[in-house]
């Protein structure tokens, strides 16, 4: 992808529930060695006690943990996966896009979330990005960036 604000990006069709959803988005960072193991398992353990605090707009959530909670690179690195299923949240919006956000400190995170709210609202990528319900279509959608 040229556009070097994610680190990675994938595509579901499966219908999956938050804590996998959640564990998918976290994969390739964890793959790359920019988050350890225990990142995904802190996302999910606040999830559970304070809900989904992370959901931004509807179809749209951003979960992230504190960077001493698994974070290991010093930059930033955000992880997008596109489902074409709902995904879930008990008593919250469904969530199509999710994009993990593991900043190595405060700073970081705000910077990177600054980044991340501007692309999303240029050409009406969120939008488009939550509409997506095929590889074909996210292929497409992550070749045009």
């Known amino acids: 992808m040229e556009n070097a604000l994610f680190t990675a990006h994938q595509f579901t069709a499966q219908k999956i529930d938050w804590r ?3 564990k998918l988005a976290c994969q390739p960072l964890e793959a790359q060695g920019d988050i350890s193991a225990h990142y995904a398992q802190a996302i999910i353990r606040a999830t559970e006690q304070n809900g ?3 959901i931004l707009s509807p179809e749209f959530a951003l ?3 504190r960077p001493e909670e698994g974070v290991l690179s010093q ?4 992880s997008l996966l596109c489902c074409a299923e709902s995904v879930v949240f008990p008593d919250h919006p469904d969530v199509r896009l999710i994009i993990v956000l593991a900043a190595a400190n405060g ?8 980044r991340l709210v501007c692309w999303l609202d240029e050409e009406n990528r969120l939008a488009n990005l939550t509409a997506i319900t095929s590889q074909q279509q996210f292929t497409s959608m992550i070749a045009s960036l």
Not at 75 to 78: E, I
């Open 20 to 22: 996998s959803a959640v």
């Open 52 to 54: 989904p605090w992370y």
């Open 63 to 65: 979960p992230h943990a």
């Open 75 to 78: 930059q930033s690195r955000l």
């Open 107 to 114: 700073e970081q995170h705000i910077q990177t979330i600054q």
